[in-house]
């Protein structure tokens, strides 16, 4: 499985951005698809997830703020970030789960940053 990303950049303080990644490969059994980002200094943590089933969790730090679909005919997730604050700055990653043969794989973008100015 192949995760390419996209949409990251500055923008200042109260701005929007969207995130999108998109899987090609082998990424038919797709299930849970996600957002993780890594602040500068701070290990990675969970932004949010979402389920095949459209199921959603957010990390605390960004529910009302950020929200998290999916295309399941394009394998793609993408990420509405709104309301954007400056400890939001971070390298966001992209992860997927494949599942194949009832064992799970898990897959990460190359990593996209985005920078929120005060």
Not at 62 to 86: A, C, E, H, W
């Amino acid at each position: 499985v192949q995760l390419v990303e996209s949409g990251g950049g500055l923008v200042q303080q109260g701005g929007s951005l969207r995130l999108s990644c998109a899987a090609s490969g082998s990424s038919f059994a797709i299930t849970t698809m996600g957002w993780y980002r890594q602040p500068p200094g701070k290990q990675r943590e969970l932004v949010a997830a979402i389920t095949r089933g459209s199921n959603t969790n957010y990390a605390d730090s960004v529910k009302g703020r950020f929200t998290i679909s999916r295309d399941n005919r394009k394998n793609t997730v993408y990420l509405q970030m709104n309301s954007l604050k400056p400890e939001d700055t971070a390298v966001y990653y992209c992860n997927v789960v494949n599942r194949i043969l009832g064992r799970d794989y898990e897959y990460w973008g190359q990593g996209t940053q985005v920078t929120v100015s005060s």
